[in-house]
Every structure is written in structure tokens, then in C-alpha cells.
């Protein structure tokens, strides 16, 4: 299985946002932070909003933050947002499906109950869960100079 650089941008994009709680944040911040382009960071931020994982704030001094405490977004939830509209395998699509095992293969049966473990994994996890008190993350997403209480920079004690 391979996500999609959208669900992958959309994880970076609200572990940047949870780290750096409380503050309006920038697509451009994002997106160095993270390795991406802009119009890629912003088109996952503008699919997020929509979805009411992220407010964003127009103008000057605007930006986006979480629209919601990152204890309350399921990261398969989030997940489900970019991935729903692409199917698994070609028989996943009974428009386009042009496989002629189909009708007596069994294998699908077993990705569905897979992928079913797999967003059922992914329901348990929360954003909160990815970012709090992981001091690496937070020191490599952080737009503040001091670190959170409980963490300290690589090489300063540990």
C-alpha cells in the first residue's frame, strides 16, 4: 500500500499546525518546514479547511491554524479525506474495471478486510497522539526558539 503525496502532505501539514499551537502558521513556513512545494501545501490546506480540520485568516497578517484540539482529529479520518476517491486495485471501481478474474477472484475480499484493519488502526490515532511530547518533532516543526517544557535540543543534555 502507498498513500498518496496529498495524505502524506496533509499529516505534515496538521503536525506543523499541532506543534505550533495557538499561532497563526504560514503555507510558505509549511512547506519549507516540510519539504513541499507551496501550491501543493496549499491545495492539501485549502481540502482540509474544507473538510473543518483548519481555519484560515485571509490577508496580512493571516495564516491558518488547527479548527480544531488535535486530541479530536483522527488521523484516519484524515486519511479517508484524500484517499476515498482513489481505489485500491482496479476491481475496486466497477466503472473501469476491465480485470476478468472479478467475478471469481477471492483476494479481493481479503484487501477490503485489510484496508479495513488498517483505517481501523488509523481511527484510534490522534493528531495529539503524533505530536505531543515528541520532542524530535517539535524541535524539527517548531517556529518558536524555546523548545516545550520536557524537551531539549540534541545536545544540550539529551
Known sequence: MRLTTRTNLAARVLMFCAVNDGKLVRTQD????????????????????????????????????????????????????????????????????????????????????????????LDMVTLDDLARGNCGLQDLLSMKEALSAGCSRQGEGG
Open 30 to 121: 509549511v512547506a519549507e518546514a516540510c519539504n513541499a512545494s507551496v501550491n501543493h501545501v496549499a491545495r492539501v490546506v485549502q481540502s482540509l479547511q474544507a473538510e473543518g480540520y483548519l481555519e484560515t485568516l485571509r490577508g496580512r497578517f493571516g495564516g491558518l491554524r488547527l479548527a480544531r484540539p488535535a486530541n479530536r482529529i483522527s488521523i484516519g479520518a484524515v486519511f479517508r479525506v484524500f484517499e476515498a476517491d482513489i481505489p485500491f486495485a482496479e476491481c475496486f471501481d466497477p466503472e473501469t474495471n476491465t480485470c476478468p478474474l472479478a467475478s471469481v477472484c477471492r483476494l479481493r475480499g481479503f484487501v477490503v478486510r485489510a484496508l479495513d484493519a488498517f483505517y481501523h488502526e
